[in-house]
């Protein structure tokens, strides 16, 4: 059984920095593209950092300069280190993953619990 786990989150001010990790248990299968997406109240989930099994990766335009997506292909885990926070940055953080099980054709996306992030003085 495919499980994602976040650790991290929480209160920090202003200016501040976070890091959030996610872990990927099972086994048994093969993990394309990592993400982190992030929902503040009231509005959508958006994308905030992704990263393909190669490296490349992709950030929203407001996290360019100040988050930095990394993966550890041999642990299955992705990282989101985020700097210069903003009060704008505050919501819950989810790890995304795309996942293929070896005995299947198709891929599906899983996500983690969520982590709050609270960025405020």
């Known amino acids: 059984q495919v499980q994602l786990v976040e650790s991290g989150g929480g209160l920090v001010q202003p200016g501040g920095s976070q890091r959030l990790s996610c872990a990927v248990s099972?086994?048994?299968?093969?993990?394309?593209?990592m993400g982190w997406y992030r929902q503040a109240r009231g509005k959508q989930r958006e994308p905030v950092a992704t990263i393909t099994s190669g490296g490349t990766t992709n950030y929203v335009d407001s996290g360019k300069g100040r988050f930095t997506i990394s993966r550890d292909n041999a642990k299955n885990t992705v990282h989101l280190q985020m700097n210069s926070l903003k009060p704008e940055d505050t919501a819950v953080y989810y790890c995304?993953?795309?996942?293929?099980?070896?005995?299947?054709?198709?891929?599906?996306?899983?996500w983690g619990q969520g982590t709050q992030v609270n960025v405020s003085s």
């Open positions: 995304n993953c795309n996942i293929r099980r070896y005995y299947e054709l198709a891929s599906y996306d899983y």
């Open positions: 099972g086994s048994g299968f093969r993990v394309n593209n």
